[in-house]
Protein backbone atom coordinates (compact mmCIF):
# COMPACT_ATOMS: atom_id res chain seq x y z
CA UNK A 1 0.00 0.00 0.00
CA UNK A 2 1.47 3.25 -0.98
CA UNK A 3 2.54 5.67 2.22
CA UNK A 4 0.20 8.84 2.38
CA UNK A 5 1.47 12.04 1.41
CA UNK A 6 1.55 14.53 4.72
CA UNK A 7 -1.31 17.34 4.60
CA UNK A 8 0.45 20.97 4.40
CA UNK A 9 -0.35 24.12 5.56
CA UNK A 10 1.29 27.44 3.81
CA UNK A 11 0.97 30.39 6.52
CA UNK A 12 2.31 33.55 4.61
CA UNK A 13 0.67 37.27 4.44
CA UNK A 14 2.37 37.73 1.12
CA UNK A 15 0.10 36.50 -1.50
CA UNK A 16 3.46 36.02 -3.68
CA UNK A 17 5.45 34.48 -1.23
CA UNK A 18 2.33 31.77 -0.86
CA UNK A 19 1.66 31.10 -4.66
CA UNK A 20 5.92 30.40 -4.65
CA UNK A 21 5.78 27.98 -1.56
CA UNK A 22 2.86 26.12 -2.86
CA UNK A 23 4.38 25.70 -6.58
CA UNK A 24 7.65 24.59 -4.98
CA UNK A 25 5.52 22.25 -2.65
CA UNK A 26 3.70 21.01 -5.79
CA UNK A 27 6.92 20.33 -7.48
CA UNK A 28 8.50 18.37 -4.95
CA UNK A 29 6.08 16.07 -4.93
CA UNK A 30 6.00 15.49 -1.22
CA UNK A 31 3.02 16.65 -0.06
CA UNK A 32 -0.66 15.83 -0.16
CA UNK A 33 -3.52 17.85 0.13
CA UNK A 34 -2.31 21.96 0.64
CA UNK A 35 -3.72 24.45 1.92
CA UNK A 36 -3.13 28.07 2.46
CA UNK A 37 -3.62 31.02 4.87
CA UNK A 38 -2.94 34.37 4.61
CA UNK A 39 -2.22 34.84 7.97
CA UNK A 40 -1.50 33.77 11.94
CA UNK A 41 -5.56 33.88 12.76
CA UNK A 42 -6.72 32.27 9.36
CA UNK A 43 -3.95 29.76 10.07
CA UNK A 44 -5.30 28.67 13.76
CA UNK A 45 -8.63 28.14 12.28
CA UNK A 46 -7.83 25.63 9.59
CA UNK A 47 -5.33 23.87 12.06
CA UNK A 48 -8.45 24.03 14.76
CA UNK A 49 -11.05 22.60 11.91
CA UNK A 50 -8.51 19.50 10.97
CA UNK A 51 -4.89 19.67 12.00
CA UNK A 52 -1.93 19.40 8.73
CA UNK A 53 1.19 17.24 9.46
CA UNK A 54 3.29 20.35 8.33
CA UNK A 55 3.35 23.76 8.69
CA UNK A 56 5.24 25.84 6.49
CA UNK A 57 5.16 29.40 8.68
CA UNK A 58 5.98 32.91 8.70
CA UNK A 59 7.13 34.33 11.34
CA UNK A 60 6.39 38.09 11.00
CA UNK A 61 3.13 38.35 9.96
CA UNK A 62 0.61 41.28 11.07
CA UNK A 63 -2.35 40.15 12.45
CA UNK A 64 -0.28 36.92 14.77
CA UNK A 65 3.45 36.28 14.41
CA UNK A 66 4.14 32.88 13.65
CA UNK A 67 6.08 32.16 16.95
CA UNK A 68 2.72 32.79 18.27
CA UNK A 69 0.70 29.88 15.91
CA UNK A 70 3.76 27.62 16.85
CA UNK A 71 2.74 28.10 20.53
CA UNK A 72 -0.94 27.17 19.90
CA UNK A 73 0.12 24.22 18.42
CA UNK A 74 2.62 23.02 21.18
CA UNK A 75 -0.68 22.53 23.33
CA UNK A 76 -2.83 20.52 20.40
CA UNK A 77 -2.81 16.68 21.54
CA UNK A 78 -0.71 15.91 18.05
CA UNK A 79 1.71 19.25 17.35
CA UNK A 80 2.07 19.54 13.34
CA UNK A 81 5.87 19.62 12.15
CA UNK A 82 6.65 23.26 12.05
CA UNK A 83 9.20 24.52 9.30
CA UNK A 84 9.51 28.02 9.59
CA UNK A 85 9.69 30.41 6.21
CA UNK A 86 10.97 33.78 6.85
CA UNK A 87 13.10 36.73 5.47
CA UNK A 88 14.61 37.50 8.62
CA UNK A 89 17.12 35.12 10.83
CA UNK A 90 16.42 37.06 14.17
CA UNK A 91 13.89 34.57 15.28
CA UNK A 92 15.55 31.20 14.68
CA UNK A 93 16.53 30.59 18.55
CA UNK A 94 13.01 31.69 19.47
CA UNK A 95 11.85 29.35 16.77
CA UNK A 96 13.53 26.18 17.71
CA UNK A 97 12.88 26.83 21.88
CA UNK A 98 9.59 26.68 19.99
CA UNK A 99 10.23 22.94 18.77
CA UNK A 100 10.36 23.75 15.27
CA UNK A 101 11.92 21.43 13.25
CA UNK A 102 14.02 23.61 10.70
CA UNK A 103 14.48 27.53 9.85
CA UNK A 104 14.62 28.33 5.94
CA UNK A 105 14.81 31.66 4.94
CA UNK A 106 13.55 33.11 2.11
CA UNK A 107 13.76 32.49 -0.80
CA UNK A 108 13.21 29.01 0.14
CA UNK A 109 15.34 26.76 -1.76
CA UNK A 110 13.69 23.24 -3.41
CA UNK A 111 16.75 21.38 -2.22
CA UNK A 112 16.36 22.76 1.39
CA UNK A 113 12.62 22.33 1.44
CA UNK A 114 13.09 18.46 0.47
CA UNK A 115 15.98 18.14 3.18
CA UNK A 116 13.37 19.72 6.10
CA UNK A 117 10.14 17.86 5.24
CA UNK A 118 12.10 14.42 5.66
CA UNK A 119 13.48 15.37 8.78
CA UNK A 120 10.06 16.34 10.18
CA UNK A 121 8.28 13.43 8.79
CA UNK A 122 11.34 11.17 10.30
CA UNK A 123 10.71 12.78 13.34
CA UNK A 124 6.85 12.31 13.65
CA UNK A 125 7.51 8.55 12.85
CA UNK A 126 10.04 8.49 15.96
CA UNK A 127 7.51 10.36 18.07
CA UNK A 128 4.87 8.31 17.08
CA UNK A 129 6.37 5.31 18.15
CA UNK A 130 7.57 6.63 21.42
CA UNK A 131 4.16 7.76 22.06
CA UNK A 132 2.50 4.41 21.45
CA UNK A 133 5.13 2.57 23.92
CA UNK A 134 4.92 5.45 26.66
CA UNK A 135 1.04 5.29 26.81
CA UNK A 136 0.67 1.14 25.85
CA UNK A 137 3.65 -0.16 28.42
CA UNK A 138 1.48 -0.02 31.39
CA UNK A 139 -2.57 -0.71 32.11
CA UNK A 140 -4.71 -0.37 35.21
CA UNK A 141 -7.34 -3.12 36.27
CA UNK A 142 -9.64 -4.15 39.13
CA UNK A 143 -9.13 -7.13 40.71
CA UNK A 144 -10.92 -8.37 44.42
CA UNK A 145 -8.70 -6.50 46.26
CA UNK A 146 -8.60 -3.22 44.46
CA UNK A 147 -6.85 -2.27 41.52
CA UNK A 148 -3.59 -3.40 40.01
CA UNK A 149 -1.12 -2.05 37.45
CA UNK A 150 -0.27 -5.12 34.82
CA UNK A 151 2.44 -4.41 31.57
CA UNK A 152 1.38 -4.07 28.51
CA UNK A 153 3.37 -6.61 26.95
CA UNK A 154 2.86 -9.14 29.53
CA UNK A 155 -1.03 -9.43 28.04
CA UNK A 156 -1.29 -13.11 26.09
CA UNK A 157 -4.81 -12.22 24.91
CA UNK A 158 -8.19 -10.34 25.21
CA UNK A 159 -11.35 -11.49 24.63
CA UNK A 160 -14.77 -9.49 24.46
CA UNK A 161 -17.26 -10.32 27.26
CA UNK A 162 -20.15 -7.65 26.25
CA UNK A 163 -19.19 -4.08 27.68
CA UNK A 164 -16.03 -5.61 29.18
CA UNK A 165 -12.46 -6.98 27.61
CA UNK A 166 -11.05 -10.12 29.32
CA UNK A 167 -7.56 -9.69 29.79
CA UNK A 168 -5.50 -13.34 29.87
CA UNK A 169 -1.90 -13.18 31.37
CA UNK A 170 0.11 -15.28 34.16
CA UNK A 171 -2.64 -17.55 34.00
CA UNK A 172 -5.03 -15.13 35.59
CA UNK A 173 -7.82 -12.84 33.98
CA UNK A 174 -8.88 -9.76 34.62
CA UNK A 175 -12.05 -7.43 33.39
CA UNK A 176 -11.75 -3.82 32.41
CA UNK A 177 -14.92 -1.75 31.08
CA UNK A 178 -13.61 -0.87 27.66
CA UNK A 179 -14.39 -1.22 24.33
CA UNK A 180 -12.95 -3.01 21.73
CA UNK A 181 -12.05 -0.32 19.06
CA UNK A 182 -10.78 1.93 22.39
CA UNK A 183 -8.31 -1.03 23.74
CA UNK A 184 -7.16 -1.84 20.29
CA UNK A 185 -5.48 1.34 19.59
CA UNK A 186 -4.07 1.33 23.04
CA UNK A 187 -2.15 -1.55 22.25
CA UNK A 188 1.05 -1.58 20.46
CA UNK A 189 0.33 -2.97 16.95
CA UNK A 190 3.56 -4.56 16.69
CA UNK A 191 3.22 -6.40 19.85
CA UNK A 192 -0.41 -7.41 19.06
CA UNK A 193 -3.00 -8.73 16.18
CA UNK A 194 -6.74 -8.71 15.90
CA UNK A 195 -7.88 -12.07 15.00
CA UNK A 196 -11.50 -11.54 15.67
CA UNK A 197 -14.11 -9.06 15.87
CA UNK A 198 -14.10 -10.22 19.84
CA UNK A 199 -10.36 -11.36 20.30
CA UNK A 200 -6.81 -10.07 20.49
CA UNK A 201 -3.74 -11.90 20.94
CA UNK A 202 -0.08 -10.82 20.84
CA UNK A 203 1.92 -11.97 18.54
CA UNK A 204 4.54 -14.01 20.05
CA UNK A 205 1.87 -16.13 21.82
CA UNK A 206 0.47 -17.77 18.28
CA UNK A 207 2.00 -20.84 17.89
CA UNK A 208 0.23 -22.49 15.16
CA UNK A 209 -2.69 -21.23 12.93
CA UNK A 210 -5.03 -24.60 12.12
CA UNK A 211 -7.03 -24.61 9.11
CA UNK A 212 -10.03 -27.45 8.78
CA UNK A 213 -12.14 -26.37 6.10
CA UNK A 214 -13.01 -22.52 5.46
CA UNK A 215 -12.54 -22.16 9.24
CA UNK A 216 -8.86 -21.46 11.26
CA UNK A 217 -7.98 -21.35 14.83
CA UNK A 218 -4.88 -19.78 16.48
CA UNK A 219 -3.54 -22.08 19.23
CA UNK A 220 -1.63 -20.54 21.83
CA UNK A 221 1.30 -22.30 23.70
CA UNK A 222 -0.79 -23.60 26.28
CA UNK A 223 -2.38 -25.74 23.61
CA UNK A 224 -5.85 -23.43 23.77
CA UNK A 225 -7.45 -22.77 20.75
CA UNK A 226 -9.19 -19.79 19.35
CA UNK A 227 -11.50 -18.75 16.46
CA UNK A 228 -10.33 -16.85 13.78
CA UNK A 229 -13.11 -14.58 12.31
CA UNK A 230 -13.34 -14.42 8.30
CA UNK A 231 -13.03 -11.19 7.82
CA UNK A 232 -9.46 -11.25 9.52
CA UNK A 233 -8.33 -15.04 8.07
CA UNK A 234 -6.24 -13.66 4.99
CA UNK A 235 -4.21 -11.38 6.89
CA UNK A 236 -3.70 -13.84 9.82
CA UNK A 237 -2.51 -16.26 6.77
CA UNK A 238 -0.19 -13.44 5.25
CA UNK A 239 1.40 -12.86 8.48
CA UNK A 240 2.06 -16.84 9.02
CA UNK A 241 4.03 -16.98 5.50
CA UNK A 242 5.47 -13.69 6.16
CA UNK A 243 7.09 -14.72 9.66
CA UNK A 244 5.55 -12.10 11.63
CA UNK A 245 3.88 -14.30 14.41
CA UNK A 246 5.55 -17.09 16.23
CA UNK A 247 3.60 -19.92 14.69
CA UNK A 248 3.49 -22.32 11.25
CA UNK A 249 -0.45 -23.07 9.57
CA UNK A 250 -1.36 -26.19 9.54
CA UNK A 251 -3.75 -27.85 7.47
CA UNK A 252 -6.53 -30.50 8.88
CA UNK A 253 -8.57 -32.03 6.06
Not at 48 to 65: A, E, H, K, Y
Not at 111 to 139: F, G, I, Y
Amino acid sequence: MARKLPSVLIVDDEPLARSRLRALCERTGLFGETELANGGRQALEIIRQGQPDILLLDVDMPDLSGLKVAEFCQRQPRMPAIIFTTAHSTYAVQAFRLEATDYLLKPVKESLLREAVERALANQARNEADRELDVAQRMWVQDGKGVLQLIVSDIEWVEAERDYMRLYLHGRSYLVHQSMRDLESQLPASLFVRVHRSIIIRRDCIAEVRREGRKRFVTLPNGHQLPVGPRYADRIAAGVQAGRFGGSETVTE
